[in-house]
């Protein structure tokens, strides 16, 4: 058993690291020169970048900077949305902090270089200073993880939370052995700070990075040969794992596990699983670049993670090279989701249902597969000896590639997937490893290598992404942008139950909306916009109602069957629709741009209405929503529990008048002229489990009021100012 690392960090890994530093930003320097500029994908497919990302940061910097203090809450989308509490929430994480305090977009373009340039340090780590590789052999290893097209297909996919996650992958497997070879503390405390990072960005990872390593501790039991001296570092280790992580992530951790119950993930069934599944023949994707750029199933991994571990295996496979091969199986099996075998037996391990997507373990594979790339590498700078049917072998699949791109020349239409450049950079890769160079110096042979598999990674990189002006992305000069930003009331919201305009453009031009995309959102507040919008759709969407963001919600709500009340009483003004949306609008568009047609619907009710108690009904949370459609919510309102006998007189006409409104930094402060008669005072706001309300003195209950908004009980009064808060914490 060693007790310390292979190797010591010195000035040659100072220089490995400088070198994949520099090569990060060439990489994405045409998004910094000559001015900084969005990284969007080059595809029809979209990104959350302008849906989720952008509004997010640049809603963080404007909160922090007007208010100094962390933003709980997210009042411009799904009219009014958790961030604190929400299992996606990188309000803590100074990645985060980045993008949102300096100018957008340079602030994201910085956070994705530091953070690939991160995920490339861990992969050089492990094979450097945990596998005892050549820094030749571990700085290659590191390039093809850093750059590999899976992960610039995320960037430009928008998917940052993800991307923030994924380069932490790496330093978490570095700590977890280093601490489990050295027996030192620190790097427990540094495992529980890379946990900590992930839980910050994507809670959804940790649950299959705990059950991945509890086998690996199990196995250092092998390894140490002493049970007592293996419980005790792994009852030590792991302790301080878990008090670091919670320390750090307290905040927002406590919160979200409460919320939970309330979040559409907690109810999310298998059945959505099987739709995000990758169907097996997509893994000829791994060997080419698929021409539909899907981000969930593009899965091209370069020429180097096809040749090198057969190159690796040609040497013979040590039995870390075994146990590599095996996990990185085990992880594309799991990529396949309920196509493979391992996904349907893990799923009822709780935690794995919170991961929408099976494929998304594909980046642990890609982690072993490099692995074993780097080993080949390491083996053939060695001069190692190799088997006899290595040559043979990776002839005939230089020979099948070069086919390929013959076919791809003569029928250019006829292939699923890209050949060029990939299948004549194998080749060469093939000459340079086959060929005995003897005479070359190692870091000459090194450098003719990384050469070529940088060429291919790059080329697939920069063909995964375009760059996008800060005015295309946020749409200022856009007809309806302009329109809205001049018509819209300041406390009046816009619905695009379809899209058509990002959640950027509205954000950026001072709009609310009562839609949205968010993976974690109110489950009430789900199902009120869907039957807001006349879309009886059950399955699981990422947008709010289901049609923002689900093909199978389009298909069966393919127009949209407004129920304007309920819109109004989200103080909805504007509905923007596709045309071929609005077969059953009874309202003429008051502009149409292109496809895209804008509805006014008249004022909406305010951002308080006063509901006598006496048109309040009490309904059971099952049946709330199949009773929401039949309801005036201007006259009526349902809530969940009974009003306190003899505490509210019963009435059925009552009159509000509200002086104004002001946000604040955790909610809105409301001040009431004249309010006659005990009523229920309905918010335009989602309801959380979270939200107090206070005249200043006393602190008042808020009810769930039709299935998904804010209501708290007042008696008649006057000149009364009340304040909704946000608080997880009641504080």
């Not at 899965?299 to 295996?313: D, H, K, N, S, V």
């Not at 001069?383 to 049917?389: D, G, H, K, L």
């Not at 076919?407 to 093939?430: G, K, S």
Request: with cysteine.
């Amino acid at each position: 058993m060693e007790s310390t690392l292979k190797h010591r960090f010195g000035r040659g890994d100072t220089l490995a690291l400088l070198i994949l530093a520099v090569l990060t930003l060439i990489l994405f320097a045409r998004f910094f020169i000559p001015q900084p500029t969005y990284l969007l994908p080059n595809s029809v497919l979209g990104t959350d970048l302008d849906r989720e990302i952008a509004p997010l940061a640049d809603f963080m910097g404007d909160h922090w900077r007007a208010y100094r203090q962390l933003p709980t809450w997210r009042p411009y989308m799904m009219s009014g949305l958790p961030l604190l509490g929400s299992p996606l929430n990188p309000s803590l994480y100074p990645g985060q902090w980045i993008a949102a305090l300096l100018p957008l977009p340079l602030g994201l373009n910085i956070a994705a270089v530091l953070h690939v340039i991160l995920s490339g340090a861990g992969m050089y780590a492990i094979l450097r200073f945990l596998s005892g590789l050549r820094r030749e052999s571990a700085l290659i290893g590191a390039i093809l993880f850093a750059f590999a097209p899976r992960m610039m297909a995320h960037i430009a996919g928008g998917h940052w939370w993800l991307i923030s996650g994924w380069a932490w992958f790496t330093w978490i497997y570095f700590f977890f052995t280093a601490y489990y070879v050295t027996r030192r503390k620190r790097y427990a405390a540094l495992l529980g700070v890379a946990f900590a990072a992930l839980l910050m960005n994507n809670i959804n990872y940790v649950p299959m990075w705990m059950v991945a390593l509890a086998p690996c501790t199990l196995a250092y039991l092998v390894t140490y040969r002493n049970f007592k001296r293996w419980l005790i570092t792994s009852v030590i280790g792991w302790s301080t794992v878990g008090m670091v992580t919670f320390v750090l992530t307290a905040y927002m951790l406590i919160p979200a596990v409460n919320m939970l119950p309330y979040s559409s993930r907690f109810t999310a069934l298998s059945a959505a699983d099987i739709q995000a599944s990758l169907p097996l023949s997509l893994l000829i994707g791994y060997f080419f670049p698929f021409k539909l750029r899907y981000t969930e199933a593009f899965l091209f991994a370069g020429i180097g993670l096809t040749l090198l571990p057969l190159i690796g295996l040609a040497g013979k496979w040590t039995r870390g090279e075994r146990l590599w091969a095996m996990s990185g199986f085990a992880a594309l099996l799991l990529s396949f989701g309920t196509n493979g075998l391992l996904y349907p037996l893990l799923y009822i391990v709780p935690g794995f249902s919170l991961l929408r997507f099976p494929e998304r373990y594909y980046p642990f594979a890609l982690i072993a597969f490099t692995a074993l790339a780097a080993f080949g590498i390491d083996k053939w700078l060695n001069n190692a000896t190799f088997s006899r049917w290595v040559r043979p072998l990776v002839t005939a699949i230089s020979l099948l590639y070069l086919a390929f791109l013959a076919i791809e020349i003569a029928q250019p239409n006829l292939l699923p997937f890209y050949t060029f450049p990939h299948a004549i950079l194998l080749p060469i890769a093939a000459i340079i490893l086959l060929i005995p160079m003897t005479r070359l110096k190692v870091k000459t042979k090194a450098v003719l290598l990384a050469v070529v598999l940088i060429v291919d990674v790059w080329w697939a990189d920069v063909s995964l992404s375009v760059p996008a002006s800060p005015r295309e992305v946020t749409q200022e000069d856009n007809p309806i942008v302009v329109f809205l930003r001049e018509n819209t009331g300041e406390d009046e919201r816009v619905f695009s139950p379809y899209g058509g305009v990002s959640d950027f453009a509205l954000y950026n031009a001072g709009l609310n909306a009562a839609d949205g995309y968010n993976t974690a959102q109110l489950a009430g507040y789900a199902g009120y916009i869907n039957i807001a919008s006349g879309c009886d759709f059950k399955g699981y969407s990422v947008g709010a109602p289901a049609t923002r963001a689900s093909a199978d919600a389009v298909r069966v709500c393919p127009e949209l069957r407004p129920n304007i009340p309920l819109l109004r009483l989200l103080n909805v003004r504007f509905i923007v629709l596709p045309a071929e949306r609005a077969g059953q609008m009874s309202f003429e568009p008051v502009l149409t741009d292109g496809d895209l047609q804008v509805y006014d619907i008249g004022e909406g009710y305010g951002r308080l209405t006063a509901i006598p108690t006496a048109n309040v009904r009490v309904v059971s949370a099952e049946e709330c929503l199949s009773v929401l459609a039949t309801i005036d919510p201007s006259r009526e309102a349902l809530v969940e529990e009974t009003i306190p006998d003899g505490v509210f007189a019963l009435n059925e006409n009552v009159e509000l008048r509200v002086i104004d409104s002001t946000r604040t930094a955790t909610g809105e402060t409301f001040n009431i002229e004249v309010l006659t008669g005990d009523a229920l005072l309905v918010r335009s706001e989602a309801w959380s489990p979270y939200n107090r309300v206070s005249d200043g003195e006393r602190t008042f209950e808020v009810i769930r009021v039709n299935c998904a908004l804010q209501g708290v009980l007042l008696p008649s009064t006057a000149d009364q100012r009340i304040e909704f808060q946000f608080n997880a914490y009641g504080l």
